[in-house]
């Protein structure tokens, strides 16, 4: 964690928004470091005022505003430079991206303020952070190729890594989901996200909870008070 993009996405999953984080010139730092925490090789970011080498990598930037000789309005110098680094921030995490990267964003954020979707918005927000960029990706393959139960499989399998999805032989347009985590209202509603956002409309979802139909001749469904009724 050294460069500016790297400490601000590490402070957003500590919970300290953007609008917290305060940017500032460090009295103490290394010359060979664009961090400037008091350890070398810290994981996290300890509070929400941050202090940076700004000669690091912007001295044609900052070296005259930092200088004495221009340090006329010392208070009025601070906010210049943390508002200077708030806009610098947003190239940073810009660099690399990709069109679709931006797409994917685009998509996510959309989502989140419930303009993609209203009515699943607060679903949305429900999943970890870390998994809502995944299926931000899946929502603009779907708007590009249309929806497939193979993307409900990988919308699934983004918020429940173990699940297991069944095709009833019979009816292929039938579905068994056994996920072997507890029925909460949490797992409901994001569940219920992938459902209503990848499963085509043709196909019929039945779920277990915590403990798998049985199946004779598997040994690991059919386990004593541990088998569900199909």
């Given at each position: 964690?050294?460069?500016?993009?790297d400490i601000?996405?590490?402070?957003?999953s500590?919970?300290?928004?953007?609008n917290?984080m305060?940017?500032?010139?460090?009295?103490?730092?290394s010359?060979?470091?664009?961090q400037?925490?008091?350890?070398l090789?810290?994981?996290?970011v300890?509070?929400?005022e941050?202090?940076?080498n700004?000669?690091?990598?912007?001295p044609?930037?900052?070296?005259?505003?930092l200088s004495?000789?221009?340090?006329?309005?010392p208070?009025?110098?601070?906010?210049l430079?943390?508002?200077?680094?708030?806009?610098?921030?947003?190239?940073?995490l810009r660099r690399?991206?990709t069109?679709?990267?931006?797409?994917?964003?685009?998509?996510?954020e959309e989502?989140?303020?419930?303009?993609f979707?209203?009515?699943?918005?607060?679903d949305?927000?429900l999943?970890?952070?870390?998994?809502?960029?995944?299926?931000?990706?899946?929502?603009?393959?779907?708007?590009e190729?249309?929806?497939s139960l193979?993307?409900?499989?990988?919308?699934?399998?983004?918020?429940?890594p173990?699940a297991?999805?069944?095709?009833?032989r019979?009816?292929?347009?039938?579905l068994?989901?056994?996920?072997?985590e507890?029925?909460t209202?949490?797992?409901?509603?994001?569940?219920r996200f992938?459902?209503?956002?990848?499963?085509?409309?043709?196909?019929?979802?039945?779920v277990?909870?915590?403990?798998?139909?049985g199946?004779?001749?598997?040994?690991?469904?059919?386990k004593?008070?541990?088998?569900?009724?199909y």
């Open positions: 964690m050294n460069f500016l993009w601000a996405l590490r402070a957003e500590q919970g300290i928004t953007e917290e305060f940017f500032r010139q460090a009295k103490e730092y010359p060979f470091s664009e400037a925490f008091p350890c090789n810290e994981r996290e300890p509070e929400s941050i202090e940076l700004l000669l690091f990598r912007f044609h930037i900052f070296q005259e505003l004495e000789d221009g340090a006329d309005y208070e009025l110098g601070r906010y430079v943390d508002a200077a680094l708030h806009m610098l921030l947003y190239t940073d690399g991206l069109k679709r990267d931006i797409y994917v964003r685009r998509v996510m989502l989140e303020d419930g303009s979707w209203r009515e699943a918005a607060e949305f927000k999943i970890p952070s870390e998994k809502r960029n995944r299926l931000a990706t899946l929502v603009l393959g779907q708007m190729t249309g929806s193979m993307s409900f499989r990988r919308g699934v399998l983004v918020l429940f173990d297991i999805l069944y095709q009833v019979a009816d292929r347009k039938k068994l989901l056994y996920l072997k507890n029925e209202e949490k797992n409901g509603r994001m569940l992938v459902q209503d956002m990848f499963l085509p409309v043709s196909y019929s979802l039945r277990f909870w915590k403990y798998h139909f199946i004779i001749g598997v040994d690991g469904a059919m004593i008070d541990e088998i569900a009724i």
